[in-house]
Protein backbone atom coordinates (compact mmCIF):
# COMPACT_ATOMS: atom_id res chain seq x y z
CA UNK A 1 0.00 0.00 0.00
CA UNK A 2 1.39 3.49 -1.08
CA UNK A 3 0.17 6.11 1.37
CA UNK A 4 0.20 9.70 0.41
CA UNK A 5 0.29 12.02 2.94
CA UNK A 6 -1.73 15.36 2.85
CA UNK A 7 -1.14 18.11 5.22
CA UNK A 8 -3.57 20.90 5.27
CA UNK A 9 -1.78 24.76 4.50
CA UNK A 10 -2.70 25.83 8.11
CA UNK A 11 -0.79 22.91 9.73
CA UNK A 12 1.90 23.65 7.41
CA UNK A 13 2.28 26.94 8.30
CA UNK A 14 1.64 27.03 11.84
CA UNK A 15 1.71 23.34 13.70
CA UNK A 16 4.42 21.54 11.26
CA UNK A 17 5.00 19.35 14.39
CA UNK A 18 2.11 18.03 14.11
CA UNK A 19 2.84 16.69 10.46
CA UNK A 20 6.07 15.33 11.52
CA UNK A 21 3.68 13.47 14.53
CA UNK A 22 1.79 11.70 11.86
CA UNK A 23 4.91 10.55 9.73
CA UNK A 24 6.42 9.33 12.79
CA UNK A 25 3.58 7.62 13.62
CA UNK A 26 2.57 5.89 10.54
CA UNK A 27 6.30 4.85 9.35
CA UNK A 28 6.39 3.26 13.03
CA UNK A 29 3.20 1.33 12.27
CA UNK A 30 5.10 0.04 9.22
CA UNK A 31 3.14 2.21 6.48
CA UNK A 32 5.28 2.61 3.34
CA UNK A 33 4.43 6.88 3.46
CA UNK A 34 5.12 9.70 0.63
CA UNK A 35 4.56 13.23 0.44
CA UNK A 36 3.73 14.32 -2.64
CA UNK A 37 5.19 17.26 -3.93
CA UNK A 38 3.45 20.36 -4.86
CA UNK A 39 0.31 20.02 -2.95
CA UNK A 40 -1.50 22.76 -1.55
CA UNK A 41 -5.03 24.12 0.02
CA UNK A 42 -7.49 21.31 -0.39
CA UNK A 43 -9.87 24.65 -0.69
CA UNK A 44 -11.91 24.64 1.65
CA UNK A 45 -11.58 28.49 2.53
CA UNK A 46 -12.74 29.41 -0.74
CA UNK A 47 -15.72 26.95 -0.55
CA UNK A 48 -17.03 27.96 2.84
CA UNK A 49 -16.75 31.67 1.76
CA UNK A 50 -18.98 30.84 -1.67
CA UNK A 51 -15.83 31.57 -3.47
CA UNK A 52 -16.31 28.06 -5.69
CA UNK A 53 -14.68 29.18 -8.86
CA UNK A 54 -11.75 29.79 -6.75
CA UNK A 55 -12.29 26.36 -5.45
CA UNK A 56 -12.46 24.60 -8.85
CA UNK A 57 -8.83 24.71 -9.82
CA UNK A 58 -7.82 23.71 -6.40
CA UNK A 59 -10.04 20.53 -6.44
CA UNK A 60 -8.44 19.65 -9.67
CA UNK A 61 -4.27 19.74 -8.93
CA UNK A 62 -5.23 17.75 -6.02
CA UNK A 63 -6.97 14.99 -7.64
CA UNK A 64 -4.54 15.22 -10.24
CA UNK A 65 -1.74 14.85 -7.62
CA UNK A 66 -3.18 12.72 -5.46
CA UNK A 67 -4.72 9.86 -7.34
CA UNK A 68 -1.73 7.69 -8.13
CA UNK A 69 -1.81 6.81 -4.55
CA UNK A 70 -3.93 3.40 -2.79
CA UNK A 71 -4.75 6.04 -0.03
CA UNK A 72 -4.65 9.36 1.41
CA UNK A 73 -4.38 10.06 4.91
CA UNK A 74 -4.64 13.65 6.79
CA UNK A 75 -4.74 14.47 9.85
CA UNK A 76 -7.34 17.31 9.68
CA UNK A 77 -11.21 16.04 9.61
CA UNK A 78 -12.37 19.27 8.19
CA UNK A 79 -9.92 18.73 4.97
CA UNK A 80 -10.89 15.45 4.68
CA UNK A 81 -14.58 16.03 4.49
CA UNK A 82 -14.07 18.65 2.39
CA UNK A 83 -12.43 16.01 -0.01
CA UNK A 84 -14.58 13.69 0.54
CA UNK A 85 -18.05 15.39 0.79
CA UNK A 86 -17.62 18.80 -1.41
CA UNK A 87 -15.46 18.26 -4.05
CA UNK A 88 -18.34 16.52 -6.31
CA UNK A 89 -19.54 19.32 -8.10
CA UNK A 90 -16.24 20.12 -9.46
CA UNK A 91 -16.05 16.58 -11.31
CA UNK A 92 -18.10 14.17 -13.78
CA UNK A 93 -19.82 11.50 -11.98
CA UNK A 94 -17.72 9.10 -13.79
CA UNK A 95 -14.18 10.29 -12.92
CA UNK A 96 -12.28 7.47 -11.78
CA UNK A 97 -9.67 9.87 -10.68
CA UNK A 98 -12.14 12.07 -8.83
CA UNK A 99 -13.87 8.73 -7.43
CA UNK A 100 -10.67 7.31 -6.22
CA UNK A 101 -9.93 10.06 -4.65
CA UNK A 102 -12.61 10.65 -2.97
CA UNK A 103 -12.91 6.64 -1.37
CA UNK A 104 -9.32 6.53 -0.25
CA UNK A 105 -9.08 9.76 1.34
CA UNK A 106 -8.90 9.26 5.21
CA UNK A 107 -8.30 11.01 8.36
CA UNK A 108 -5.63 9.73 10.48
CA UNK A 109 -7.76 8.05 13.21
CA UNK A 110 -10.18 7.15 11.05
CA UNK A 111 -7.32 5.50 9.14
CA UNK A 112 -5.65 3.70 12.00
CA UNK A 113 -9.15 2.65 13.34
CA UNK A 114 -10.35 1.28 9.40
CA UNK A 115 -8.00 0.26 7.66
CA UNK A 116 -5.37 -0.31 9.61
CA UNK A 117 -7.00 -1.70 12.39
CA UNK A 118 -4.19 -1.10 15.67
CA UNK A 119 -4.69 -2.95 18.53
CA UNK A 120 -1.57 -1.68 19.79
CA UNK A 121 0.88 0.80 21.26
CA UNK A 122 3.85 1.00 22.96
CA UNK A 123 2.98 4.67 24.03
CA UNK A 124 3.08 6.31 27.51
CA UNK A 125 0.95 9.09 28.16
CA UNK A 126 0.32 9.69 32.07
CA UNK A 127 -2.12 12.59 31.54
CA UNK A 128 -5.67 13.76 32.37
CA UNK A 129 -6.99 13.95 29.09
CA UNK A 130 -10.19 15.64 27.43
CA UNK A 131 -11.24 15.08 23.82
CA UNK A 132 -13.23 18.16 21.57
CA UNK A 133 -14.94 16.02 18.94
CA UNK A 134 -14.83 18.76 15.85
CA UNK A 135 -18.00 19.11 13.83
CA UNK A 136 -16.61 17.61 10.70
CA UNK A 137 -15.43 14.81 12.20
CA UNK A 138 -18.57 13.92 13.72
CA UNK A 139 -21.20 15.00 11.44
CA UNK A 140 -19.45 14.50 8.08
CA UNK A 141 -16.82 11.77 8.47
CA UNK A 142 -19.10 9.90 11.37
CA UNK A 143 -15.97 9.28 13.60
CA UNK A 144 -18.36 9.03 16.67
CA UNK A 145 -21.57 9.77 17.78
CA UNK A 146 -23.35 13.28 17.98
CA UNK A 147 -26.42 14.42 19.81
CA UNK A 148 -28.94 15.54 17.24
CA UNK A 149 -28.14 11.98 15.92
CA UNK A 150 -29.80 8.80 17.81
CA UNK A 151 -27.57 6.67 15.33
CA UNK A 152 -24.71 4.97 17.53
CA UNK A 153 -21.46 5.06 16.54
CA UNK A 154 -18.02 3.55 17.58
CA UNK A 155 -16.03 6.61 18.59
CA UNK A 156 -12.91 6.30 16.74
CA UNK A 157 -10.70 8.94 18.55
CA UNK A 158 -11.39 7.47 21.53
CA UNK A 159 -10.83 3.97 20.72
CA UNK A 160 -7.16 4.98 18.97
CA UNK A 161 -6.30 7.06 22.12
CA UNK A 162 -7.39 4.25 24.72
CA UNK A 163 -4.84 2.22 23.20
CA UNK A 164 -1.99 5.03 24.72
CA UNK A 165 -1.22 3.87 28.26
CA UNK A 166 -1.63 5.91 31.12
CA UNK A 167 -4.46 8.33 30.00
CA UNK A 168 -6.65 9.10 32.80
CA UNK A 169 -9.73 10.43 31.14
CA UNK A 170 -11.65 13.61 31.48
CA UNK A 171 -15.76 14.30 30.32
CA UNK A 172 -16.51 17.93 29.45
CA UNK A 173 -20.56 18.00 30.04
CA UNK A 174 -21.21 18.93 26.32
CA UNK A 175 -18.59 16.20 24.50
CA UNK A 176 -19.97 17.19 21.37
CA UNK A 177 -20.76 21.03 20.97
CA UNK A 178 -18.79 23.08 17.97
CA UNK A 179 -15.77 25.30 19.12
CA UNK A 180 -17.20 28.20 17.48
CA UNK A 181 -13.93 28.26 15.03
CA UNK A 182 -15.82 27.25 11.46
CA UNK A 183 -13.29 28.64 9.66
CA UNK A 184 -13.95 32.27 7.94
CA UNK A 185 -17.06 32.42 10.42
CA UNK A 186 -14.63 33.12 12.96
CA UNK A 187 -13.51 36.02 11.06
CA UNK A 188 -17.43 37.51 10.24
CA UNK A 189 -18.53 36.75 13.57
CA UNK A 190 -15.87 37.13 15.86
CA UNK A 191 -17.82 37.46 19.00
CA UNK A 192 -19.77 34.54 18.52
CA UNK A 193 -17.34 32.53 18.17
CA UNK A 194 -15.24 33.60 21.08
CA UNK A 195 -18.00 33.30 22.94
CA UNK A 196 -18.56 29.59 21.57
CA UNK A 197 -15.03 29.16 22.28
CA UNK A 198 -14.56 30.47 25.65
CA UNK A 199 -17.38 27.68 26.81
CA UNK A 200 -15.70 25.10 25.26
CA UNK A 201 -12.53 26.08 27.09
CA UNK A 202 -14.44 26.37 30.27
CA UNK A 203 -16.07 22.69 30.43
CA UNK A 204 -12.75 21.30 29.40
CA UNK A 205 -11.05 22.60 32.80
CA UNK A 206 -14.10 21.97 34.82
CA UNK A 207 -13.51 18.75 33.91
CA UNK A 208 -10.06 18.13 35.37
CA UNK A 209 -8.41 17.62 32.77
CA UNK A 210 -5.41 18.81 31.71
CA UNK A 211 -4.81 17.68 28.08
CA UNK A 212 -6.83 18.80 25.28
CA UNK A 213 -6.89 16.59 22.32
CA UNK A 214 -8.60 16.75 19.21
CA UNK A 215 -8.10 15.37 15.80
CA UNK A 216 -8.63 18.68 14.27
CA UNK A 217 -5.53 21.43 14.76
CA UNK A 218 -8.27 24.21 13.54
CA UNK A 219 -10.22 23.36 16.20
CA UNK A 220 -7.09 23.99 18.69
CA UNK A 221 -6.19 26.69 17.12
CA UNK A 222 -8.90 28.68 18.12
CA UNK A 223 -9.31 27.20 21.40
CA UNK A 224 -5.37 27.73 22.14
CA UNK A 225 -5.59 31.64 21.35
CA UNK A 226 -8.74 31.80 24.06
CA UNK A 227 -6.12 29.91 26.47
CA UNK A 228 -3.44 31.85 26.45
CA UNK A 229 -5.66 35.25 26.23
CA UNK A 230 -7.11 33.42 29.46
CA UNK A 231 -4.35 31.86 31.16
CA UNK A 232 -6.73 28.68 31.61
CA UNK A 233 -4.93 25.84 33.26
CA UNK A 234 -4.95 23.52 29.77
CA UNK A 235 -3.08 22.77 27.14
CA UNK A 236 -3.89 21.41 23.36
CA UNK A 237 -2.68 18.51 21.74
CA UNK A 238 -3.23 16.86 18.42
CA UNK A 239 -3.95 13.15 18.91
CA UNK A 240 -1.41 12.50 16.50
CA UNK A 241 0.92 13.77 18.61
CA UNK A 242 -0.30 11.81 21.34
CA UNK A 243 0.08 8.67 19.66
CA UNK A 244 3.58 9.56 18.31
CA UNK A 245 4.61 9.86 22.04
CA UNK A 246 4.87 13.21 22.64
CA UNK A 247 4.92 15.22 26.22
CA UNK A 248 2.72 18.12 26.87
CA UNK A 249 5.46 21.25 27.37
CA UNK A 250 3.90 22.45 30.36
CA UNK A 251 1.36 20.13 32.83
CA UNK A 252 3.32 17.87 35.51
CA UNK A 253 2.25 14.09 35.37
CA UNK A 254 -1.03 13.60 36.97
Known amino acids: MSVALFIPCYLDQFYPDVAIATLELLERLGVDVVYPDGQTCCGQPMANTGCTADCAPVARRFVELFSPYDSIVCP ?10 HYDEYFADDDPKFNHVKSRTFELCEFLHDELQIKELDVQFPHKVSIHQSCHGLRELRLGSCSENMTVREDKVRNVLNLVHGIQWCSPTRTDECCGFGGT ?19 HVASGSSVLASADMSC ?30 HVGNA
Open 76 to 85: SGSCTAMVRH
Open 185 to 203: FAVNEADVSAAMGRDRVAD
Open 220 to 249: LMHLQGIIRRESAPIEVMHVAQILAGRNPK
